[in-house]
């Protein structure tokens, strides 16, 4: 497999139930103060589980996500002119009016029009994040790619009918007695660059890209391969396209959203690709305080990873109760952790057994 070329991650924009742009997601991620409330935007009278996370004063879904995209641009300093050279690709949940969303989105932005959209579930962004960075790989200068979720009362019918929620009020990834996943508002935009454009511009990025893998297991439609095949081989492809050891490997996001069987699965790819690596990586799942942003997932944690790389901390793993035999990992717990090394991994899973792992380092 062809080394990636590094692609810069030059520029950032971010919303979620914890606030407004990077200070406050970083903060509650390293200190596990989780968002999750009762929910007011609609009715849940009739539900199982009537908690999630969400912002209070929230705009609509494209005013959302034509804020956070002007602020990645922004972040990473675009003239005009480098914004009409730079396409934008869009992961958000499927409806027949997704493409002019993001035509719109583009124009608003003075970007060069919509690339793609992304509706593949909970690895949206994450694929629109590998595929920005392969159309890099072949000569484009930079892509930006976007990717929203606010709590709709749809989706959390689905979810709640489905007995996916936690119905305790809390998501506790790889912990004993975690019951289940909760939602959360999830709006993330980012400037992806090549080094070269970026050089040419005076612009060093404090994160870059260097990595990913994309893998299906075609187990079941709403179950993890047991085994954690897929995830593996995604993880497996990021760190080979990187010509690196997974001994390097200072942190991973996970994708574990606190229900029994994903976490689980999640652990044995992580000892199926790590090998001995795995029990000695610290490991945290930011959902367990911002809840789960289905199609967005993939940008709000490769965010949040960033953020974390950054600021030299690692988040901690909120909700934790205890540990779980079928999780033999090295949670973070109580307080963060100093970064170790520059890399990290952000995995994401969908249904379907679609999986992905994206792999930064810090410059």
């Known amino acids: ?67 956070a995209i002007e602020a990645a641009c ?69 892509v930006v790619v976007a990717a929203g979720y606010l709590v709709e009362p749809d989706q ?68 993890p391969a047991p085994d954690g095949r897929g995830l593996a081989r995604a993880i497996d492809a990021a760190l080979q396209r990187a010509d690196l050891s997974p001994h390097a490997i200072g942190y991973i996001n996970a994708n574990a959203t606190g229900t029994p069987l994903s976490d689980t699965a999640e652990a044995a790819a992580l000892h199926r690709s790590l090998g001995d690596a795995a029990a000695r990586v610290p490991i945290s799942s930011t959902k367990a305080v911002h809840g789960h942003a289905l199609e967005a997932s993939g940008l709000l944690e490769l965010v949040l990873t960033v953020l974390s790389l950054q600021a030299g901390k690692l988040p901690v793993n909120a909700g934790y109760l205890g540990p779980d035999d079928s999780c033999e990992l090295d949670v973070i717990l109580a307080s963060p952790r100093p970064v170790g090394t520059p890399y990290a991994l952000s995995l994401n899973s969908a249904f379907g057994g679609a999986n992905t792992a994206l792999l930064v380092r810090a410059t």
């Open 1 to 67: 497999m062809a080394e990636v070329t590094p692609v810069g991650i030059a520029g950032l924009g971010v919303l979620s139930a914890l606030g407004r742009g990077p200070e406050p997601q970083l903060a509650a991620a390293l200190s596990g103060a989780a968002a999750f409330g009762p929910i007011d935007r609609f009715d849940v009278s009739g539900r199982r589980v009537g908690i999630a996370a969400t912002l209070g004063q929230v705009g609509t879904l494209t005013a959302e996500l034509a804020e």
């Open 156 to 223: 959390f019918a689905l979810f709640d009918s489905g007995q996916a929620l936690s119905g305790d009020g809390a998501v506790r990834p790889f912990s004993s007695g975690r019951q289940g996943l909760l939602l959360g508002d999830g709006i993330a935009a980012v400037v992806l660059e090549s080094t070269a454009a970026a050089a040419a511009r005076g612009h060093r990025p404090a994160t870059e890209l260097i990595g990913w893998g994309r893998a299906g297991d075609a187990y079941h439609p709403c179950q």
């Open 74 to 142: 922004a972040d990473a300093g675009l003239t005009a002119g480098e914004r009409a050279g730079s396409p934008l690709l869009l992961a958000v949940h499927g409806h027949p009016g997704a493409s002019d969303c993001a035509a719109e989105l583009a124009d608003r932005a003075g970007l060069a029009g919509a690339g793609r959209v992304y509706t593949g579930a909970c690895v949206s962004a994450s694929t629109a994040v590998a595929d920005a960075a392969a159309m890099i790989g072949r000569g484009l200068d930079r």
